[in-house]
């Protein structure tokens, strides 16, 4: 249905202002605008979205859009949340812990998936349906393992703030190396080579040792680096939440 000029992406989202109309259905929906864009961004990136390029991709004036969404700003709110989907089921007969990291690697997946998704800035807590979702899909787990209810919103916070921002480095990194031509491999050489010439045992005693050590010297973990990184913070971030709740 046509949106009310000044509605919110979070009121397109959850459908307010609709209104049942006699006739035929309208060709053009706010659904098929949404995931025209979302496709567009998954090709292209998030500054190839605009409202006029969304109308030519569906054969539409950009007039015709604004019928639907008040503009990018709204389009975009909307794009984020369609684009995550609904969580997956998470295992629970395996305990809270296996789900929490089932929701880890998911949402890490979704971020591969839409990696523009990450440039779009946090305003405030989740508020569409599909993020919402997702939010509710981190407090069963936690509130399961027995965390107080403040406790479950700051560690359900702290999962999402430390998989986006894992995942934002890592995205990062990868652009900046496709830019330059560069293999994950050529680029781990390239750091190797710096480290190497500059990292010196006596200003920096301990990355020294790592250097030494062989750390850096694998290639075949360059794609593979955040992926450990990520099970490694998280697996830690669950120990420490079972040392807590043995304390009491």
Same mark, same amino acid.
């Given at each position: 249905m046509p949106a009310d000029h000044g509605m919110s992406g979070v009121e397109l989202l959850?459908?307010?202002?609709e209104r049942p109309s006699r006739g035929p259905k309208p060709k053009l929906t706010l659904e098929r605008i949404v995931t025209a864009a979302i496709g567009i961004a998954d090709a292209?990136?998030?500054a190839a979205v605009s409202m006029q390029r969304v109308a030519a991709e569906l054969g539409y004036t950009a007039m015709s859009l604004y019928r639907y969404v008040p503009g990018k700003e709204q389009l975009v709110e909307v794009m984020v949340d369609v684009a995550a989907g609904w969580p997956p089921e998470l295992p629970g007969e395996h305990g809270w812990r296996a789900e929490l990291e089932a929701w880890v690697r998911?949402?890490?997946a979704l971020y591969q998936r839409?990696?523009?998704?990450?440039e779009v800035r946090i305003t405030g807590a989740p508020r569409g349906p599909h993020h919402l979702a997702w939010f +509710? $899909?981190?407090?069963g787990p936690l509130a399961r393992a027995g965390l107080r209810e403040d406790e479950q919103v700051s560690g359900a916070t702290f999962l999402l703030g430390?998989?986006?921002q894992l995942a934002t480095i890592g995205i990062d990194i990868t652009r900046a190396? +496709? $830019?330059v031509g560069h293999t994950a491999a050529q680029a781990e050489a390239d750091y190797l080579t710096v480290l190497r010439r500059y990292v010196t045992a006596d200003r920096f005693p301990h990355l020294s040792r790592l250097v030494e050590a062989g750390i850096f010297d694998n290639p075949d973990l360059a794609d593979e680096g955040l992926d450990l990184d990520?099970?490694?913070?998280?697996?830690?971030?669950?120990?420490g939440i079972e040392v807590h709740l043995t304390r009491g």
């Open positions: 959850w459908g307010d202002g292209e990136g998030l998911a949402l890490w839409h990696p523009w998704a990450l +509710e $899909a981190a407090l430390a998989v986006r190396r +496709e $830019a990520l099970h490694f913070g998280i697996q830690r971030l669950l120990d």
